[in-house]
């Protein structure tokens, strides 16, 4: 007698649905996703002064290094960087960049045994 939870084997793709679903890497797929479409929207330097945080019912939130920045992209760039998202991260629904002042964290040191590259004797200037 077979159990009645039982209703024949699972195919490969409900199987990976469900690992996805419970690892959580939908949503980094989708954050990854959200901040390169961030970085290229703002571009540089922007993108080393801000750091994209979570969207809550629609709501972006986005860190920015100084106030000055903050004026800047909510008065003037908010528009433009809402239909940039909204074309480059289709996975992501954002309605509206809530922006706040707060520490961006610096890059990454390089990794260890790896040294800046100097440039040679014959390129400085003399």
């Not at 469900?18 to 571009?43: D, H, K, S």
């Not at 972006?60 to 239909?83: G, R």
Request: hydrophobic letters at 35%.
């Amino acid at each position: 007698m077979s159990s009645p939870k039982f209703r024949g084997p699972k195919s490969v793709s409900d199987i990976l649905g469900e690992l996805f679903a419970t690892r959580g890497y939908g949503r980094l797929r989708a954050q990854t996703e959200l901040e390169e479409a961030w970085n290229a929207a703002v571009g540089e330097p922007g993108c080393r002064q801000t750091r994209v945080g979570e969207v809550r019912r629609g709501v972006l939130n986005v860190t920015v290094a100084h106030s000055t920045l903050l004026e800047e992209l909510s008065a003037y760039q908010k528009p433009q960087l809402l239909a940039a998202l909204r074309q480059n991260a289709p996975g992501t629904t954002v309605h509206d960049i809530r922006f706040r002042v707060g520490p961006i964290d610096a890059p990454a040191p390089p990794p260890k045994g790896k040294r800046p590259s100097r440039p040679a004797a014959s390129d400085e200037p003399s």
